[in-house]
């Protein structure tokens, strides 16, 4: 887990659509494009700005999300979310993300992740229901 990364950036798409609205996710009870939502697209494209820059069997995890969701989408949005690495401590890296539909900006935020072994942590993690 020694590789040094130091520029990565992703962006992924969506669409709004009455699978990922927050009426749906139950995050309220509109039918919008959902914060979990904008919060998972985000984390997607942080995951794979780093993911080909990573030794085999690292993987990394989300550890922070701060978000400021500004503005709604409706059903039928196409909806993107790039995320753009600013940092890294060792094991973590921290990106700068942000979210877009059809008109503009609708979140922006951080995000940290930390570089595990995929094996070893899902043991750990397993080991929780013994």
Known sequence: MDKII??????????????????????????????????????????????????????TVGTMMWVEHVSASPIGADISASAVLTGTDGRKFFFDVFAYDNAGLI??????????????FINKTNQKLN
């Open 6 to 59: 130091s520029e990565a950036e992703s962006t992924v798409y969506t669409k709004a659509d009455s699978s990922n609205t927050a009426l749906t996710m139950g995050s309220g009870s509109l039918e919008v494009f959902a914060t979990p939502a904008v919060v998972a697209l985000m984390e997607k494209a942080a995951c794979q700005a780093i993911a080909d820059k990573l030794e085999e069997g690292i993987t």
């Open 107 to 120: 979140a922006k935020g951080k995000h940290e992740r930390f570089s595990v072994n995929a094996e070893r």
